[in-house]
Structure formats: C-alpha cells, structure tokens
C-alpha cells in the first residue's frame, strides 16, 4: 500500500485528466502537463514517465499500470484497461472518475469493507466482467488473506448466489443470529468479514436489487459513492473512442515508418536527461 500523499496525488492526477478530457486535448499532451504539476517527492511522476513511454509505443496507458503493480492497484490497471479497449464499450471518462474517487478514498482512512463495495458497485453499475474485476480486486495488497480467500469465494458464486446473502454470511449480524437460535458458528473456518450493521442492511436487502443494498450502506454507514453512467446521445464518446484509436494508429504508423527505414531507436521512447 502507498502512502496518503500518493493517494493524494493519484486523486489529483484522475481529476486533471476527468476535466481536460472533455476539452479534446490529446491524452499524451494531458500527461505531460501532469508530469510538471505532480509532486517531484511522490513516486507519481515517474510513473508518468512510464505511461507516457507506453502511450507513446502503442497508444494505451494500461500496460504501464500492470507493470507498475506496486503503484497502481490490479484493480485500477483492469478498468483502465477496460476504458482503453478496442471494444469501447466503457467510457473512460466514467473510468477516470472511479479512479479519482477510490484515490480520494484511499487517501482517507479507507475501510477493507468500504474499498470492496466501491470497487464490486463499480462493476455492477458499469457492467464489467466480474471473473475479471473480482481476481483484480483479489489482487489487491489491501485485503489480507481472509478477503482475499473471501473474495474469490465471491468471483466463484456471482450470479448463483447473490451478493447480499454472501455478505450478511459473513457479518456479526449472522453470528448473532446464530447464536440466539443456539447454533455456534465455527469462526476459525468461517472468517467473519462484516460487523453487525453491514450484516443488518445485508439482510435486509435479500432478494433486492443489488443497487439498493450499495445505495443503503452508503446512506448508513458512509460508503464511498460510484459515479454513475451519464446518458447522453452517444456522439462525445464516440468522438473520444475515435481519438483514442487514432492516436493509437497513429503511433503504429510511425513504428511501421521508422521500421521500413531500417529500424527504429528505442531511445525515443524514454525521457532524455
């Protein structure tokens, strides 16, 4: 994990490019500017340097964020990898927004229980892979053993068992539950994830729209909030996707030039000192 002055800068980072996306500026020239505004004391711009190498090669960030796994979380790298996809079904500027919330989070005091909500509503509402984003969030060096053996339970049984019943079988609330009928749970094979409340709004939720369960634990116990998709006609994201996979033509055609010429020098691709 990262220390909060990271964060921070991840959280400004995100919001920097959620707001000259818009504006039609080249991602590259975003990221640039970034490159100077950042502070020289985190560990962010250098891993600009990183992406802007990557972006200048194939025209995407997302590989630059895999190999930087110990900056950038698996599950960060995997939604910017969905944004960036030749599919173009995510909207990266939905996917920009998620990062600068979860960074904002992160900087905070984040909870292991708030973190996994955020991420797995990010995915519902964004109708992402879940086998995918689950083992990306799996991933994550925030959740210890317990999570992580719980949330691949999760990615295993999404879709046959519903999210609700798998929190609340996990929550104090079921304990008590138990215990009051004289049933004991065996805690040492049955890690208990969820504190009471979480396990109350759980079972109260069963057999709802998942939306409602993510909708309740923010109202009562101050989840962090997923953008939602915007609607609109369609036109400015298309325009994006357009730039994006010209951009990324663009850079293939100037290898492909370069290689006709008898090879290409891959000191282009680094920061001159």
């Given at each position: 994990m990262l220390n909060r002055e990271e964060y921070i800068e991840q959280a400004y980072f995100f919001e920097?490019?959620?707001k000259r996306l818009p504006e039609n500026i080249p991602m590259q020239e975003i990221l640039e500017q970034l490159r100077a505004e950042t502070l020289a004391t985190t560990k962010l711009p250098m891993a600009i340097?990183?992406?802007?190498?990557?972006?200048?090669?194939s025209g995407t960030m997302y590989p630059a964020m895999q190999q930087l796994r110990h900056y950038f979380s698996p599950f960060q790298t995997y939604l910017m990898s969905e944004a960036e996809s030749d599919r173009g079904r995510f909207d990266i500027r939905v996917a920009i927004e998620i990062l600068q919330r979860e960074a904002e989070y992160r900087a905070k005091t984040p909870s292991r229980q708030g973190l996994f909500m955020y991420e797995f509503e990010?995915?519902?509402r964004n109708r992402l892979t879940y086998d995918q984003g689950l083992a990306a969030i799996a991933n994550d060096d925030h959740f210890d053993e317990h999570w992580k053996e719980w949330i691949l339970i999760v990615r295993r049984q999404i879709g046959i068992v519903e999210i609700a019943d798998l929190i609340y079988a996990r929550s104090w609330f079921f304990v008590n539950q138990q215990r009051q009928l004289g049933r004991e749970v065996d805690l040492k094979d049955h890690s208990i994830l969820f504190d009471e409340?979480?396990?109350?709004?759980?079972?109260?939720?069963?057999?709802n729209d998942p939306l409602y369960l993510f909708a309740a634990l923010q109202r009562h116990l101050g989840y962090p909030t997923v953008p939602k998709p915007k609607p609109d006609d369609g036109s400015k994201q298309q325009i994006l996707q357009m730039t994006r996979l010209l951009e990324q033509l663009s850079q293939r055609v100037k290898l492909l030039e370069e290689e006709q010429r008898g090879?290409?020098?891959l000191s282009n691709f680094y920061k001159k000192q």
């Amino acid at each position: 994990m990262l220390n909060r002055e990271e964060y921070i800068e991840q959280a400004y980072f995100f919001e920097v490019i959620s707001k000259r996306l818009p504006e039609n500026i080249p991602m590259q020239e975003i990221l640039e500017q970034l490159r100077a505004e950042t502070l020289a004391t985190t560990k962010l711009p250098m891993a600009i340097d990183y992406m802007l190498a990557e972006l200048k090669h194939s025209g995407t960030m997302y590989p630059a964020m895999q190999q930087l796994r110990h900056y950038f979380s698996p599950f960060q790298t995997y939604l910017m990898s969905e944004a960036e996809s030749d599919r173009g079904r995510f909207d990266i500027r939905v996917a920009i927004e998620i990062l600068q919330r979860e960074a904002e989070y992160r900087a905070k005091t984040p909870s292991r229980q708030g973190l996994f909500m955020y991420e797995f509503e990010a995915l519902c509402r964004n109708r992402l892979t879940y086998d995918q984003g689950l083992a990306a969030i799996a991933n994550d060096d925030h959740f210890d053993e317990h999570w992580k053996e719980w949330i691949l339970i999760v990615r295993r049984q999404i879709g046959i068992v519903e999210i609700a019943d798998l929190i609340y079988a996990r929550s104090w609330f079921f304990v008590n539950q138990q215990r009051q009928l004289g049933r004991e749970v065996d805690l040492k094979d049955h890690s208990i994830l969820f504190d009471e409340k979480e396990g109350k709004v759980a079972f109260a939720n069963r057999q709802n729209d998942p939306l409602y369960l993510f909708a309740a634990l923010q109202r009562h116990l101050g989840y962090p909030t997923v953008p939602k998709p915007k609607p609109d006609d369609g036109s400015k994201q298309q325009i994006l996707q357009m730039t994006r996979l010209l951009e990324q033509l663009s850079q293939r055609v100037k290898l492909l030039e370069e290689e006709q010429r008898g090879g290409f020098d891959l000191s282009n691709f680094y920061k001159k000192q």
